[in-house]
Nanobody, 123 residues
Framework: VQLQASGGGLVQSGGSLSLSCVHS????????IGWFRQAPGKEREFVAS????????LYEDSVKGRFTISRDNTRDTAYLQMSSLKPEDTAVYYC?????????????????WGQGTLVTVSS
């Protein structure tokens, strides 16, 4: 499985940004997709995940109501729509894929990782 994340950039506090993750290498519907982020000097942390059909999602508490994860199985692409961005959202954002049956926030469950895309939120 290969994952290509894109869409990062510089945005002002309160602004919006949309990330994309293109999946290839096996049928997209066999993968649950997760988004994680890693700020400078911090460990990688869970942001959101979505199951194969898109019917089940999971969010980290600090992004609930501001971020939306989705997927388009016809385009083999997952998305992370981010709004009301805060400086503390600044990080490299990674998409990841897992074949687990249930949507998961557990980093070790994810077998494949994209290269990351940098999101910088200025105050």
């Amino acid at each position: 499985v290969q994952l290509q994340a894109s869409g990062g950039g510089l945005v002002q506090s309160g602004g919006s940004l949309s990330l994309s993750c293109v999946h290839s290498g096996r049928p997209f519907t066999t993968s649950q997709i997760g988004w994680f982020r890693q700020a400078p000097g911090k460990e990688r942390e869970f942001v959101a995940s979505i199951n194969w059909s898109g019917e089940s999602t999971l969010y980290e508490d600090s992004v609930k109501g501001r971020f939306t994860i989705s997927r388009d199985n016809t385009r083999d692409t997952a998305y992370l729509q981010m709004s009301s961005l805060k400086p503390e959202d600044t990080a490299v954002y990674y998409c990841a894929a897992t074949g687990t049956a249930l949507v998961t926030r557990w980093l070790p469950d994810y077998d494949y990782w994209g290269q990351g895309t940098l999101v910088t939120v200025s105050s």
